[in-house]
T-cell receptor
Framework: EDQVTQSPEALRLQEGESSSLNCSYT??????LFWYRQDPGKGPEFLFT???AGEEKEKERLKATLTKKESFLHITAPKPEDSATYLC???????????????FGPGTSLSVIP | GAVVSQHPSWVICKSGTSVKIECRSL??????MFWYRQFPKQSLMLMAT?????????EQGVEKDKFLINHASLTLSTLTVTSAHPEDSSFYIC???????????FGDGTRLSIL
């Protein structure tokens, strides 16, 4: 069964304390992996798309990497404004039906303490 | 960047009322639009997927007659919650995507409260 998991469920960091969030997936026919940031009461904000293993994308203090089984979102020297829930989503195509689907992970809630 | 506008952002109404939520892609053509429901501290739950000019595809367990979706143009989709009841109270979020493989871009959600 296609599945996307994220760990940890929640992460509390001191300002400046770098860390990584994990997104693990088991899907057939991967077409892309997306990272989003969601603030409370808002819709998710798009951050990155990764299409193939080995690919990396960077934006300010965030860097996303992709392997064949997982993706990491590295946060370098985080600031309090980086506090949010980070969601990953996997786009895949079912082999039998060619049905296109996007599966969201449950998210990691990040809190950065001043 | 791609902008998706969702309206209204907040609505309170009486039980039995029907509520329409609009989702517009402002600067790109949305071949596909998605409607999600999100409960507090939980992830997104996909309700339905709609392609412009076609009938929406509903996820298992989502009542088609309860949640009416229309995607009449490449920039507008609407979700109508018919005869809403308190259990329909939730945070509803739409997203829009251009061609396959591109990321979804989300609206800011609609907080629906049914009294």
């Amino acid at each position: 069964e296609d599945q996307v998991t994220q760990s940890p469920e929640a992460l509390r960091l001191q300002e400046g304390e770098s860390s990584s969030l994990n997104c693990s997936y088991t899907v057939s026919g991967l077409r892309g992996l997306f990272w989003y940031r969601q603030d409370p009461g808002k819709g998710p904000e798009f951050l990155f798309t990764l299409y193939s293993a080995g690919e990396e994308k960077e934006k300010e203090r965030l860097k996303a990497t992709l392997t064949k089984k997982e993706s990491f979102l590295h946060i370098t020297a985080p600031k309090p404004e980086d506090s949010a829930t980070y969601l990953c989503a996997v786009q895949a195509v079912e082999k039998e039906t060619s049905y296109d689907k996007v599966i969201f992970g449950p998210g990691t809630s990040l809190s950065v303490i001043p | 960047g791609a902008v998706v506008s969702q309206h209204p952002s907040w609505v309170i109404c009486k039980s039995g009322t029907s509520v329409k939520i609009e989702c517009r892609s402002l600067d790109f053509q949305a071949t596909t639009m998605f409607w999600y429901r999100q409960f507090p501290k939980q992830s997104l739950m996909l309700m339905a997927t709609s392609n412009e000019g076609s009938k929406a595809t509903y996820e298992q367990g989502v009542e088609k007659d309860k949640f009416l979706i229309n995607h009449a143009s490449l920039t507008l989709s609407t979700l109508t919650v018919t005869s809403a009841h308190p259990e329909d109270s939730s945070f509803y979020i739409c997203s829009a995507r251009g061609v396959f493989g591109q990321p979804q871009h989300f609206g800011d959600g609609t907080r629906l409260s049914i009294l």
